[in-house]
Nanobody, 120 residues
Framework: QVQLVESGGGLVQAGGSLRLSCAASGGIFRINAMAWYRQAPGKQRELVAIITGAGSTNYADSVRGRFTISRDNAKNTVYLQMNSLKSEDTAVYYC??????????????WGQGTQVTVSS
């Protein structure tokens, strides 16, 4: 069973930085895209950033230029560097991965979420 374990969330002042990590383990043949989503109180979960297996990236307009997604394929880990944080970035951040468990079985997995709180 694949597990995604996130870390790096916390409380930071507006204008500060945080780096989130998400490590995947167990039952992995290959990982395709990995992504970060977030969900603020009372709002729907939204895509923040995504990185393909080849390293192509895309970002939500609200974070482009401030956040950077990257991955270490050898460690099955994805990162989210968040700079110039704003109060509106406050949310629970979730890791998501498109995983081939075997050569013919593919599933999407979610992490448990990590809280990011930006104080103004």
């Amino acid at each position: 069973q694949v597990q995604l374990v996130e870390s790096g969330g916390g409380l930071v002042q507006a204008g500060g930085s945080l780096r989130l990590s998400c490590a995947a383990s167990g039952g992995i043949f290959r990982i395709n895209a990995m992504a970060w989503y977030r969900q603020a109180p009372g709002k729907q979960r939204e895509l923040v950033a995504i990185i393909t297996g080849a390293g192509s990236t895309n970002y939500a307009d609200s974070v482009r230029g401030r956040f950077t997604i990257s991955r270490d394929n050898a460690k099955n880990t994805v990162y989210l560097q968040m700079n110039s944080l704003k109060s509106e970035d406050t949310a629970v951040y979730y890791c998501n991965a498109d995983v081939w468990n075997t050569a013919t079985m593919r599933n999407w997995y979610w992490g448990q979420g990590t809280q990011v709180t930006v104080s103004s």
